[in-house]
């Protein structure tokens, strides 16, 4: 493969991954969006709604699902490699989606 069609292949691949993640933002955007209230500029009651159904997913089954998730992959990634340092990475991704939200909610709940 001559050195113009790489780097041709190249930059199509860095396009690509650029515009998974604008189109990842742009979701996450409109999905934000879509889940607040429409609210005074004064207060922040539009995005308690958003809050409550983030918490809620992440609290419920769907957090638990994607916590084992975060285990069965980085155990197997990490037996694969024969390096547990990946397991070691799911197991604190697993562990912040399980106990995140309840650090959050008694940070912010501290003052009032």
Same mark, same amino acid.
């Not at 009651?45 to 997913?57: K, S, V």
């Not at 197997?76 to 990946?86: T, V």
């Given at each position: 493969?001559?050195?113009?069609?790489?780097?041709?292949?190249?930059?199509?691949?860095?396009?690509?991954?650029?515009?998974?993640?604008?189109? /990842? !933002? @742009?979701?996450?955007?409109?999905? %934000?969006? =879509?889940? *607040?209230?429409?609210? &005074?500029?004064?207060?922040?009651?539009?995005?308690?709604?958003?809050?409550?159904?983030?918490?809620?997913?992440?609290?419920?089954?769907?957090?638990?699902?994607?916590?084992?998730?975060?285990?069965?992959? /980085? !155990? @197997?990634?990490?037996?694969?490699? %024969?390096? =547990?340092? *990946?397991?070691?990475? &799911?197991?604190?991704?697993?562990?912040?989606?399980?106990?995140?939200?309840?650090?959050?909610?008694?940070?912010?709940?501290?003052?009032?």
């Amino acid at each position: 493969m001559e050195a113009s069609a790489l780097a041709t292949r190249i930059n199509e691949h860095r396009a690509a991954k650029l515009a998974a993640r604008v189109l /990842g !933002l @742009a979701a996450l955007a409109v999905l %934000g969006l =879509l889940l *607040a209230e429409p609210s &005074s500029a004064a207060g922040t009651a539009g995005f308690d709604r958003l809050y409550e159904t983030l918490d809620t997913w992440i609290s419920g089954s769907l957090g638990k699902s994607i916590a084992i998730g975060f285990l069965i992959v /980085g !155990l @197997a990634s990490g037996l694969l490699r %024969g390096n =547990l340092a *990946a397991a070691v990475v &799911s197991l604190g991704c697993a562990l912040a989606l399980v106990v995140g939200p309840e650090i959050i909610d008694s940070v912010f709940s501290a003052g009032s």
